[in-house]
């Protein structure tokens, strides 16, 4: 993946960021937030509101707070969903429940996966973090429809970045809630080692039938509001074909994603220390080294050049950060 296309899927807001968001309902509010902590939807009216994603930080102070500034008081909330169960995503449920007492949604796989501390498929002994998850008391499958604030919105389940994924769409004003399997010119990573190359021709499967809806505009896990979400599914459709034809490609979008995932969760950080950190998690030994490399190290070396080089990671004082939102 080239850098500029990189650098299109983590810039921050500007001002046609605004303009787009206008085109929202008035009743429908997006948060752009980070890349550790996944974006947020906010779905007022009807018989109260509702929170999909909680983002990645335990404490939910953050959140509780855009919440205050939109004049939602914790304690009105009436639902919190989750789009799939990675931390990034559920980690502010915990906070949120004990502020709100709201339930949680989620697919079944994501229930399941909730009431027995699932930690390999949910990725987290996979990257090393620490994590309890909160019981889902609602459960929704593929094709239920749901009155999510004032509007009424279709539960798609969305395999391949992660099994128990759903995304939500709302017909009339043609709305997606894509999660991570449309991002803008991009999909949350295919793991693979986790979940076997299927989670690959599922991602496929799951472009194909979003290729069929009509979206006017999609809301997705991470990065920017989707203008044109043909564009981005036509681009993601043709990403998956390369990761199939050639697996260095898939390696090569996972570790990159990975790599900078991992640093927001430890930065500031010395370069020594997050390379031990990283050296010793098991996705560098699945995915690392790929061709040209003599080792895992070597790659992460090169990588953390090219990220400097291109200004998304800065070294100061002899810690590491990362200038992409966290
Ligand atoms: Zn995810």
């Known amino acids: 993946m080239g850098r500029a296309q990189y650098i299109l899927t983590i810039r921050v807001p500007l001002i ?15 948060w752009q937030r980070g890349w550790h902590n996944a974006n947020h939807v906010l779905l007022l009216g009807g018989e109260g509101p509702v929170l999909v994603d909680t983002g990645g930080d ?5 959140l509780l707070k855009m919440m205050q500034a939109e004049g939602v008081a914790a304690a009105a909330l009436r639902l919190i969903v989750n789009t799939h169960a990675h931390w990034d995503h559920c980690g502010g449920n ?44 609602l459960i929704w499958q593929d094709g239920d429809e749901v009155q ?36 803008l010119n991009d999909c949350g990573i295919i793991n693979v080692a986790v979940h076997g190359w299927e989670a690959l021709d599922a991602a496929a499967a799951t472009t194909a039938r979003l290729q069929q809806l009509e979206i006017a505009l999609a809301l997705p896990g991470h990065g920017p509001l989707i203008t044109d979400a043909a564009a981005s599914l036509e681009r993601i459709a043709s990403m998956l074909a390369g990761f199939r ?8 979008h996972l ?10 969760g ?61």
Request: proline share 8%.
């Open 58 to 62: 335990e404490d939910g102070a953050v």
């Open 148 to 183: 999510l604030g004032e509007l009424v919105w279709q539960v798609i389940a969305i395999p391949g970045h992660a099994p128990d994924a759903i995304a939500l769409y709302q017909p009339e004003h043609k709305l997606l809630i894509s999660a991570d399997a449309l991002h």
């Open 255 to 264: 570790v990159r994603r990975v790599f900078i995932a991992t640093l927001l």
């Open 266 to 326: 430890q930065q500031p950080i010395s370069r020594s220390a997050l390379l031990a950190w990283m050296l010793h998690l098991p996705w560098t030994s699945d995915y690392l080294p790929t061709t040209g490399y003599p080792n895992a190290a070597a790659q992460l070396h090169d990588l953390l050049h090219t990220f400097i080089q291109q200004g998304i990671v800065i070294e100061q004082n002899g810690l590491l950060t990362c200038t992409v939102p966290r």
């Open 94 to 137: 915990q906070a949120i429940q004990a502020a709100s007492g709201a339930p949680i949604a989620a697919n079944p796989l994501a229930a399941a996966w909730f009431a027995q501390q699932e930690r390999y498929l949910t990725w987290l002994d996979y990257f090393a973090v620490p994590f309890t998850y909160t019981p889902a008391g």
């Open 245 to 252: 034809a050639d697996p260095e490609k898939l390696h090569r």
């Open 16 to 30: 046609c960021d605004l303009l787009v968001m206008t085109k929202l309902p008035p009743s429908v509010r997006f």
